[in-house]
């Protein structure tokens, strides 16, 4: 028997503007996104945003429904999207934030499973590091590659 370990690494960031003009883009969006979930169930408004390699940013936001399992989280509803339209580019990062009651949320708030496997197949496919860039009120933390938060994970029928 062996006992293994692995580790990941972040970045921590206590302020906005020690982040890259492109990073501070898409954080800047998410937050402006969360104003626009529909997310009357739960009240908890998510907004991501994407930057895709030519530069642009698509943001989504989560929408819930009545069946609840009919909806979807902001990441999804954004990655779609963008995918859906621009077929041929590569993600290069996303930022995902959340509020309640119009207020930021003072914690990171973290893709959900269904989610990371998503963001995984299009980094995959792009075979190029997905960031990854959660926002708290106080904090921003920085994941350099999709592969951190989704260890283990299933990618393709093995052989
Ligand atoms: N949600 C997201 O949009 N993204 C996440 O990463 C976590 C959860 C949404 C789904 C649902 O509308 C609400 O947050 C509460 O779970």
Redesign the pocket.
């Known amino acids: 028997m062996k006992s293994k370990n692995i580790s990941i690494q972040y970045r921590e960031y206590g302020r906005a503007d020690e982040l890259s003009a492109d990073q501070k883009r898409i954080v800047d969006a998410a937050i402006e996104e969360t104003k626009k ?1 529909y ?1 009357p ?2 009240k ?3 907004g ?1 945003a994407i930057l895709l390699e030519d530069g642009s940013v698509i943001s989504g ?4 429904n009545a069946a609840f399992p009919s ?7 954004a990655i779609f999207y963008a995918m859906a339209k621009n077929p041929d580019l590569k993600i290069k990062s996303i930022a ?1 934030a ?1 509020s309640v009651n119009g207020v930021i949320c003072q914690d990171p ?4 499973g269904a ?1 990371r496997q998503v963001m995984l197949e299009y980094r995959t496919k792009g075979r190029e590091k997905m960031e990854i860039i959660t926002v708290g009120r106080d904090r921003i933390e920085v994941f350099e590659d999709i592969d951190s938060l989704l260890p283990f994970s299933f990618s393709d029928i093995p052989e």
């Open positions: 979930s997310a169930y739960s908890f408004h998510v991501a936001n989560n929408q819930e909806g979807l989280c902001a990441e999804r509803v995902i959340a708030v973290y893709p959900c989610c």
